[in-house]
């Protein structure tokens, strides 16, 4: 009988993305995915540790599933993601129940170890890093009832950051092979996508050895603008300090790149930088948002702000909450300093009270929010590019959804012949929330 699995993820698009291609790896084997940990056979858990308790949040979600295999002892338990590839062995040695423990470079083998799993042989582990083995062509999926799809085109992180876990977890930086992503977004093409976005830890590290020639992020970029039926074109994460002359040039070449651009900075003062190990100045910063806006004047930028690093002094912060309001973000992210095991950072003796970090994360998201709002609020009236992709789930009557450039979800009328097109809709409402209401022109 065919296998039921429930595959439980979180962390960041990479890590949903990995999940997707698990599913589409068991699906290919026969597997079927269901919603409902209650009646699967095999529960997969996919994790992320890039902040807060993440061992704490495996263990109280496996203590959740052992109730279920003490009921069913048949259920076969896998974890995988970077918390499993953080702590390895030790998840199995506080939690013997489980069978598998996975990393997100092995995920492709889950089929072969689920197999292996017996009562004599309870358990394995994989969690090898450098294999580009799991973005194997043959588990794109071919139906897709969407039109905007993930592309992973490097994997892994050299910058060690002094805070972050990522080049721990992932490993080295390893970038695949360009015939075969422009191979995957033709084919994907070609099943209905119109928009990419690219991911990665740092895609503008992308490289690519040909010869005696280097193959960038930048050429990359260029020969996916020229796959015909991709309308747009997006990545995420690109590192400010990997941002070239030539990849700021492309926003004048490549009119599918959207006017959007996440560039995560993580704090205003170039003290605190130097100390992230973030490898440039506020100045270069800034310099880089003036060289890509003279380019694109209609350009957004959105951002990623650690609040409460070790030795971040008041004055620190303020230089933070002065550069959101010079730079005027469109939408960010912003997260409580977490001190991650084997970091740099972690190391550091951490003087700042919870107390004054939550205060200074609070200021921070304020404002965030407001300009935010603001962003929101000048939209209205405009005419806006919004690639079409589906019918509203909320309502019977003809109403159609997309997002603009900004990534902001518009409602607006029209039959589903307009699914997978981009149209220009004069945005009419504006709400609290986070959606937008449009006219099609
Ligand atoms: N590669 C991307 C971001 C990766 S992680 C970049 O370099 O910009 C996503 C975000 O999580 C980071 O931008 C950072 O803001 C946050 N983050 C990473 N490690 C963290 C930690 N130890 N504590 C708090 N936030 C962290
Ligand atoms: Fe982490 Fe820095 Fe790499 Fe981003 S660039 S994943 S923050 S080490
Ligand atoms: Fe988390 Fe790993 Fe992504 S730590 S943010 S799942 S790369």
Redesign the pocket.
């Known amino acids: 009988m065919e296998k039921k699995v429930y595959i439980k993820t979180w962390g960041?698009q990479m890590n949903e993305h990995d999940s997707d291609l698990l599913q589409n790896i068991l699906k290919k084997k026969k597997y079927i995915i269901v919603k409902n940990p209650e009646i699967s056979d095999i529960l997969i858990l996919n994790t992320c540790s890039?902040?807060e308790k993440a061992q704490e949040k495996v263990f109280h979600q496996l203590g959740r599933w052992k109730k279920l295999k003490d009921k069913n002892n048949n259920i076969i338990i896998a974890v995988g993601g970077c918390v499993a590839s953080q702590e390895g062995i030790k998840i199995f040695e506080r939690a013997k129940f489980i069978n598998i423990i996975f990393g997100p470079q092995t995920l492709h083998k889950l089929p072969n170890l689920l197999n292996k799993v017996t009562k004599k042989n309870p358990f394995f582990i994989d969690i090898k890093l450098k294999s580009l083995k799991k973005f194997n062509l043959n588990f794109i999926k071919t139906i897709q009832k969407k039109c905007v799809e993930y592309v992973s085109i490097i994997e892994g992180?050299n910058?060690f950051?002094s805070?972050?876990?990522?080049p721990y977890t992932r490993g080295k930086e390893i970038s695949r092979p360009s015939k075969d992503i422009l191979l995957e977004i033709k084919k994907l093409s070609q099943t209905g996508i119109r928009e990419i976005i690219l991911l990665g830890?740092?895609v503008n590290a992308y490289i690519e050895k040909k010869k005696n020639k280097i193959y960038d992020f930048s050429d990359l970029l260029l020969d996916i603008s020229k796959i015909d039926k991709i309308l747009r074109i997006r990545y995420v994460?690109s590192?400010p300090k990997k941002f070239t002359n030539k990849l700021i040039q492309l926003y004048q070449k490549i009119p599918k790149l959207v006017n959007f651009l996440h560039l995560?900075v993580?704090s205003g003062s170039n003290r605190i930088l130097k100390l992230m190990k973030r490898g440039y100045t506020i100045e270069e910063y800034i310099n880089l948002i003036y060289q890509i806006k003279k380019i694109r004047p209609q350009m957004v930028f959105s951002s990623?702000?650690?609040v409460g690093y070790p030795g971040e002094t008041k004055k620190d912060f303020e230089k933070t909450i002065n550069l959101i309001k010079n730079i005027n973000f469109d939408t960010s992210f912003s997260?409580?300093?977490?001190s991650?095991p084997g970091t740099k950072a972690s190391k550091l003796k951490d003087f700042l009270s919870l107390e004054e970090k939550k205060k200074r994360l609070y200021k921070l998201q304020k404002i965030i929010k407001l300009q935010s709002f603001q962003w929101r609020r000048r939209m209205l009236g405009t005419i806006q590019n919004v690639l079409v992709e589906g019918v509203s789930k909320k309502n019977h009557v003809k109403e159609l959804f997309g997002k603009t450039e900004n990534n902001r979800q518009v409602y607006f009328s029209g039959d589903s012949s307009y699914i997978g097109k981009l149209v220009k809709i004069k945005i009419i409402e504006i709400n609290y929330n986070s959606f937008l209401k449009g006219k099609l022109l």
């Not at 805070?163 to 990522?166: A, E, P």
């Not at 997260?335 to 977490?338: D, G, H, M, P, V």
């Open positions: 960041c890039i902040r992180c910058q950051c805070f972050c876990i990522v830890q740092n994460t590192h995560p993580q990623d702000f650690i997260f409580l300093y977490s991650r």
